[in-house]
């Protein structure tokens, strides 16, 4: 659930995270950008209503019949990149859904009519490519809106231009803070940004002393030691935890950020094992792989886990042959968990379409797209409009009205221009919205055979699983690991 690093300016941080994870490694960075549009409805759209919205026997209105609305997805490599290829993907179903079937609790086909039309732009997580995707989307493909961004410093890049185009654009997978901030103090200039998701670091990191609140205790942690990536993304969250995370503990001797050029793990490692911590607690993206196989090949003393950007990736058991067992790590969803009643059914789909599951940027694109299509339609019908709405129009839409039919959280609704962080999702806490879930990659026979199984341990509600222990640990007899 965070985003991978910043441009480091001779763009080798960009390719070592584009090629460091999984799917069978991920391609280095494609030359040039595609243009896809989204295979919908063909011929005839206009004039097909299918489905009942609206419960009153009568057809579902199609005031915008005729139209043909672009919608771009900013995305890192779309073609290989996990946290890329789930946003493309995901917009591609949600288009398909919603011309097919209209928007939800409406029905007809479309938005009231009007055919949507998905187009892919390759960001190569790089600021510069970002805006200039940006700008080609708007300008030269028609796109009345953008949504994605992996890095905030890619879509801070496409402010200005936002502005100048004031075109909305959803965030759908990066995480740092300071746009919010800024449409909060500037909201005139930059109100055109939402963010459907993630929530923002500093969220992240008060979910964690939450569940380090409610579960520390349970699970045996005593004393901890944490590691945190020295990436940007991570700032908010390393300044957030740093004071606060000794109400939940006996003692937490080691408190530092990694290097992200970290290969080695094994001094660091000494250093965490001889402090006697119970559990390090980690926030990885780029040295993620290689610390879990350190990890588990050395067969330390402490568990591990807390943010890993690689183990929320289905076939990181697969790119470390098994060494992530027991590895745990923040999520927004699982293969297993049912966030809501709609979760499993896009899960189950997106694997049979694309043969395997996608990481949280995947279903927060898909609910965007319909929560902005229901924007949209609750808009144009509530003002009696037979044209689609404006730009302008579409802000107000997005700050009115909430969508409750979400695969993540029950509903997306955006905080106000007047919160700290404004149009950011509104999310209260991990008890309340049972997001984020905290996800164990473990042996579960029963669901597959010979693969790892991505299960949630915590919170309550989205709970597929015990936290299971590493074997290689000998715990005393009153520990929670022997209960």
């Known amino acids: 659930m965070a985003e991978e690093t910043g441009d480091t300016g001779d763009g080798s941080g960009r390719r070592s995270f584009l090629k460091y994870a999984g799917a069978g490694g991920a391609a280095a960075l494609a030359a040039g950008c595609k243009t ?31 139209n043909s ?28 859904d919603i011309n097919k079937n209209g928007v939800p609790g ?7 009519g009007a055919k949507l039309n998905a187009v892919s732009g390759n960001t190569e997580a790089s600021p510069g490519t970002g805006l200039n995707e940006f700008n080609r989307l708007v300008q030269a493909e028609g796109c009345k809106t953008t949504f994605g961004t992996f890095l905030t410093q890619v879509t801070l890049q496409c402010f200005n231009a936002m502005k100048a185009t004031q075109t909305v654009h959803i965030t759908t997978a990066a995480a740092g803070p300071k746009p919010g ?28 002393l939450e569940f380090l609140n409610l579960y520390a205790d349970k699970l045996g942690w005593k004393t901890a030691a944490v590691l945190i990536e020295n990436i940007a993304p991570f700032d908010p969250f390393a300044e957030l935890l740093e004071p606060n995370i000794g109400e939940f503990f006996d003692d937490v001797p080691v408190f530092k950020r990694s290097s992200s050029g970290t290969t080695n793990w094994t001094p660091l490692f000494d250093e965490v ?14 040295t993620g792989t290689a610390a879990v196989k350190q990890w588990a090949n050395q067969n330390r003393s402490f568990e591990m886990g807390g943010i890993s950007l690689p183990a929320q990736i289905y076939e990181f058991w697969e790119e470390v042959s098994g060494a992530c067992q027991y590895i745990f790590t923040m999520n927004a969803v699982t293969p297993q968990t049912t966030n809501t009643p709609r979760t499993q059914d896009f899960m189950k789909r997106y694997r049979k379409t694309y043969d395997t599951y996608p990481v949280y940027s995947g279903p927060i694109t898909f609910d965007a797209v319909k929560a902005y299509a229901v924007a949209m339609a609750r808009y144009v019908l509530d003002n009696d409009l037979d044209r689609i709405p404006t730009n302008e129009e579409m802000v107000e839409a997005l700050e009115t009205y909430k969508f409750d039919q979400g695969t993540i959280l029950p509903e997306i609704k955006f905080t106000p221009p007047e919160a ?14 049972g997001v984020p879930v905290w996800q164990q990659w473990q042996v579960d026979e029963e669901i597959a055979e010979d693969y790892g199984v991505m299960h949630s341990f915590a919170p309550e509600q989205n709970k597929t699983s015990d936290y299971s222990y590493p074997d290689w640990i000998d715990y005393p007899s009153d520990h929670p690991a022997n209960q």
Not at 106 to 112: F, S
Not at 275 to 286: E, F, M
Request: charged content about 20%; glycine content about 12%.
């Open 181 to 208: 901030r800024i449409v909060h103090e500037r909201y005139d200039e930059f109100k055109w940004h939402f963010r459907a998701g993630p929530i923002n670091s500093f969220d992240l990191a008060r979910a964690e």
């Open 69 to 96: 609305i672009n919608i771009g997805c900013l995305a890192p490599q779309p073609e290989s990149f996990p946290v890329g290829q789930s946003m493309w993907n995901s917009m591609q179903l949600a288009v398909d």
């Open 420 to 433: 700290d962080y404004a149009h950011e999702p509104a999310w209260t806490s991990m008890k309340e919205t």
């Open 273 to 286: 094992e001889s402090s006697g911590a119970d559990v390090n607690l980690i926030a990885q993206a780029l």
């Open 36 to 66: 896809r549009e989204n295979p919908g409805a063909s011929g005839g759209f206009e004039n097909t209503v299918t489905g009942n919205g609206t419960g009153s026997g009568t057809a579902p209105p199609q005031p915008l019949a005729g």
């Open 106 to 112: 409406i029905g007809g086909r479309g938005i009231l």
